[in-house]
């Protein structure tokens, strides 16, 4: 391979430019301005906040400010974000599924009289997966639209019962009977 007579003195040129790329000046610094001290975040130790206060803070590294506040899942256990697999099994019930939801919740299921017909009942395969979600809206799918949830923050137990069935209208009634005819002509199997 033979170089051109050109290639030896762009290359020369080449690394000038790039040598002289590097190299910085630094501009000399203005001497009649003295240095102040570091610009430093206040840290309040009060535990209330009123709005428009400023928030207690706390600087870890250059850019990075931490807030020292709980989180709204460490205040309401209940709001703590979940994301649940339920280990697949052919036996798997809902009771099984919420005592794995509230495994390391700080929650338990209080076992009542009405909650052990919920508990029983066979887990559906659309439950096996679960969120990102927060943890009162994870047992309440789990429960579904039957089941009351009743929450004792006390003893920090969670209890189902039996939702209240709002009597019948007659617009529902109605709404039935036009289904039930619609059946009717539309199957002409169906007896009339």
């Given amino acids: 391979m033979r170089l051109s007579a050109y290639s030896l003195p762009l290359a020369g040129l080449a690394g000038a430019v790039l040598i002289t790329g590097c190299a910085t000046t630094v501009p000399p610094a203005d001497l009649t301005q003295t240095p102040g001290p570091p610009q430093q975040s206040q840290a309040l130790i009060s535990g209330t ?59 338990r299921l209080c076992e009542g009289s009405q909650a052990v017909m919920l508990y029983a009942l066979p887990l559906p395969a659309a439950h096996l997966r679960l969120g990102p979600m927060v943890l009162r809206d994870a047992l309440l799918t789990l429960a579904g639209p039957a089941w009351d949830m009743a929450v004792d923050e006390t003893s920090r137990q969670v209890c189902f019962k039996h939702a209240v069935a ?21 199957n002409p199997e169906v007896q009339q």
């Fill in 49 to 107: 906040n009123t709005p428009g206060s400023p928030v207690p803070v706390v600087r870890y590294g250059r850019y990075t400010l931490t807030e020292l506040v709980a989180e709204p899942g460490q205040r309401d256990l209940m709001k703590q974000v979940v994301d649940i697999t339920i280990p697949p099994s052919l036996d798997s019930t809902v009771g099984d599924a919420m005592r794995h939801v509230l495994q390391r919740s700080g929650y």
């Fill in 166 to 186: 709002p009597a019948t209208t007659t617009a529902e009634a109605t709404a039935v009977d036009s289904l039930e005819g619609i059946d009717r002509v539309d």
